[in-house]
């Protein structure tokens, strides 16, 4: 069955910087585009970063750009993120997210369990 | 890019049919077909319920329907259950290659 399995998450003081990792099992990974989506505590769904199947193509939010940076191994069928420079408002629990195959659908159809990233000095 | 408007709060009682709106504009749900709802748990992942404004994936009961008119999504759930109670969230893709997501609705089954 299809896994994602987020890790890399901790306490991290403002301005340094964190590399998240999401582990994927049960289906090809290297044939599906991949998301990163973050929830702050006690709030909403934040869409963070995609990257395409192949890793050519890679789109962020306005409020990352610049500071995060979306990455995959398909020999490692892993999915990173990059964050530098962060800030208290980066503080959420960062899923991974399974995009549509061959293609960028912007819909996700597995996710993982999260990581928690919380930044604070 | 500015999040999707949605109800903060809506109810039910079991066996009625509750709608929830999310509103966007022409440069997101009004420009694009890929409206996608999602229902949360309480301390558990987001599960797709709804994609390209109206499919729905294998495993998801036809309970659960979407609609779009204009810069506005919906989400019906009809014979609502007590498992429905849940956080729900609309997406959107967006220009320059987004996704945004609304703010979220709290189902409160009666």
């Known amino acids: 069955q299809v896994q994602l399995v987020e890790s890399g998450g901790g306490v991290v003081q403002p301005g340094n910087s964190l590399r998240l990792s999401c582990a994927a099992s049960?289906?090809?990974?290297?044939?599906?585009?991949m998301h990163w989506v973050r929830q702050a505590p006690g709030k909403g769904l934040e869409w963070v970063a995609v990257?395409?199947?192949?890793?050519?193509?890679?789109y962020y939010a306005d409020s990352v750009k610049g500071r995060f940076t979306i990455s995959r191994d398909n020999s490692k069928k892993t999915l990173f993120l990059q964050m530098n420079s962060l800030r208290a408002d980066d503080t959420a629990l960062y899923y991974c997210a399974r995009d549509s195959w061959l293609s960028v659908k912007y819909y996700f159809d597995y996710w993982g369990q999260g990581t928690l990233v919380t930044v604070s000095s | 890019q500015s999040a999707l408007t949605q109800p903060p709060s809506a109810s039910g009682s079991p066996g009625q049919s509750v709608t929830i709106s999310c509103t966007g504009t022409s440069s997101d749900i009004g420009g694009y077909n890929s409206v996608s709802w999602y229902q949360q748990h309480p301390g558990k992942a987001p599960k797709l319920l709804i994609f390209g404004v109206t499919e729905r994936p294998s495993g998801v009961p036809d309970r659960f329907s979407g609609s779009k008119s204009g810069n506005t999504a919906s989400l019906t759930v009809s014979g609502l259950q007590a498992d429905d109670e849940a956080d729900y969230y609309c997406?959107?893709?967006?220009?320059?290659?987004?996704?945004?997501f609304g703010g979220g609705t709290k189902l409160t089954v009666l």
């Open positions: 049960g289906f090809t990974f290297s044939t599906y585009s």
């Open positions: 990257i395409s199947y192949d890793g050519t193509n890679k």
């Open positions: 997406s959107s893709s967006a220009r320059s290659n987004n996704l945004v």
